[in-house]
């Protein structure tokens, strides 16, 4: 039974009766109960479904009302979408794939539930199947791997044993390919680690000498209004002279560090060889062909790694 607190003193409860939906005062409940049966009414939500907050308050004439008109708009939109993949398989059929996906896109857009639409989407991003570098989009073979299984059967019936064949070669050439690049990886990251903590020390040498060069010329300073000597100046000049000298290095090796430290981060990406950049090449075509293959099972082996 709903109940509704009106001033914390007056509860509406909505009945339901013979005749209709009326709203009846609980405090004159007692004058009026015996002329109508009444029973409660009870909204629930089927099993499965989502807890809807806009239907959360509404009386059942309401209720009604915006179930019906979810359900035309629902209507409207699978007609929308049907018209849509009939337009959509017409420049199929005239070998215009990119209108033909675009059309299909839509159709899919308005009822992610078409399968013909996901279908025709597919024939029209592969070509009717004669283009397989869609599956190579990441984005394309997640969607694929979210798709109806009347969709994904489909697909995988007119592509499977290809892309399982090209998944085996992959495979083959990125193992061994992976072994090297990391060999080589490793072998680049001890060198370039001694490099960068050559300049560094050197670094770190010359910019501590620059600072003791410069305390030493600000001591000597100090000195000059209590001593008549010249001994503070040339001492300021000394240190000053120095100074600049020790900035000079400090900077060459600044520069020289950051290089090396750049190397050692750029060592650490597959981009910065040619090996690698191959090997990145292979692993993203096999990602992409585990969402293909694979589903929704791709994902769930990522999270259970992480």
Same mark, same amino acid.
């Given at each position: 039974?709903?109940?509704?607190?009106?001033?914390?003193?007056?509860e509406?409860? !909505?009945?339901?009766?013979? #005749?209709?939906?009326?709203?009846?005062?609980?405090?004159a409940?007692?004058?009026?109960?015996?002329? &109508?049966? %009444?029973?409660?009414?009870?909204?629930?939500?089927?099993?499965? %479904?989502?807890y809807d907050?806009?239907?959360?308050?509404?009386?059942?004439s309401?209720?009604?009302?915006?179930?019906?008109?979810?359900?035309?708009?629902? /209507?409207e939109?699978? #007609?929308e979408?049907?018209?849509?993949?009939?337009?959509?398989e017409?420049?199929?059929?005239e070998? /215009?794939?990119?209108?033909?996906?675009?059309?299909?896109?839509?159709?899919?857009?308005?009822?992610?539930?078409?399968?013909?639409? +996901?279908?025709?989407?597919?024939?029209?991003?592969?070509?009717?199947?004669?283009?397989? %570098?869609?599956?190579?989009?990441?984005?394309?073979?997640?969607?694929?791997?979210?798709? /109806?299984?009347?969709?994904?059967?489909?697909?995988?019936?007119?592509? +499977?044993?290809?892309?399982?064949?090209?998944?085996?070669?992959?495979r083959s050439?990125?193992?061994?390919?992976k072994?090297?690049?990391?060999?080589?990886?490793?072998?680049?990251?001890?060198?370039?680690?001694?490099?960068?903590?050559?300049?560094? &020390?050197?670094?770190?040498i010359?910019?501590?000498?620059?600072?003791?060069?410069?305390?030493?010329?600000?001591i000597?300073?100090?000195?000059?209004?209590?001593?008549?000597? !010249?001994a503070? &100046?040339?001492?300021?000049?000394?240190? +000053?002279?120095?100074?600049?000298?020790?900035?000079?290095?400090? !900077?060459?090796? /600044?520069?020289?560090l950051?290089?090396a430290?750049?190397l050692?981060?750029?060592?650490?990406?597959?981009s910065?060889?040619?090996?690698?950049?191959?090997?990145?090449?292979?692993?993203?075509?096999?990602?992409?062909?585990?969402?293909?293959?694979?589903?929704?099972?791709?994902?769930?082996?990522?999270?259970?790694?992480?």
């Amino acid at each position: 039974m709903e109940e509704r607190i009106i001033d914390r003193e007056r509860e509406i409860k !909505i009945k339901r009766k013979r #005749e209709g939906d009326d709203a009846v005062d609980a405090l004159a409940a007692d004058e009026t109960e015996d002329e &109508i049966p %009444e029973e409660e009414l009870v909204l629930e939500f089927p099993e499965g %479904e989502e807890y809807d907050e806009d239907l959360v308050g509404l009386t059942p004439s309401q209720l009604k009302e915006e179930l019906a008109r979810r359900e035309k708009a629902l /209507s409207e939109a699978r #007609e929308e979408s049907k018209k849509l993949a009939a337009l959509g398989e017409e420049k199929l059929a005239e070998g /215009s794939y990119d209108e033909a996906e675009s059309l299909f896109g839509q159709a899919t857009v308005y009822d992610i539930e078409n399968a013909e639409a +996901g279908k025709g989407l597919w024939r029209a991003r592969t070509k009717n199947f004669t283009d397989y %570098e869609a599956f190579y989009r990441a984005e394309f073979a997640e969607e694929l791997s979210l798709a /109806s299984e009347e969709v994904r059967a489909f697909v995988l019936k007119e592509a +499977g044993e290809r892309l399982v064949a090209e998944r085996e070669t992959y495979r083959s050439e990125a193992e061994p390919l992976k072994e090297k690049v990391e060999e080589n990886m490793e072998r680049r990251r001890g060198y370039f680690r001694d490099n960068r903590r050559y300049y560094l &020390i050197r670094y770190g040498i010359f910019f501590a000498l620059f600072c003791a060069c410069l305390l030493g010329a600000a001591i000597s300073a100090s000195f000059l209004y209590t001593t008549t000597s !010249i001994a503070p &100046i040339v001492l300021i000049s000394s240190f +000053g002279g120095v100074a600049l000298v020790m900035a000079a290095l400090a !900077i060459v090796f /600044s520069r020289k560090l950051l290089v090396a430290h750049r190397l050692c981060r750029e060592n650490e990406k597959l981009s910065s060889t040619e090996e690698g950049a191959r090997l990145a090449y292979l692993q993203s075509r096999l990602e992409c062909l585990a969402w293909v293959l694979d589903g929704a099972q791709a994902e769930e082996e990522e999270e259970t790694e992480e």
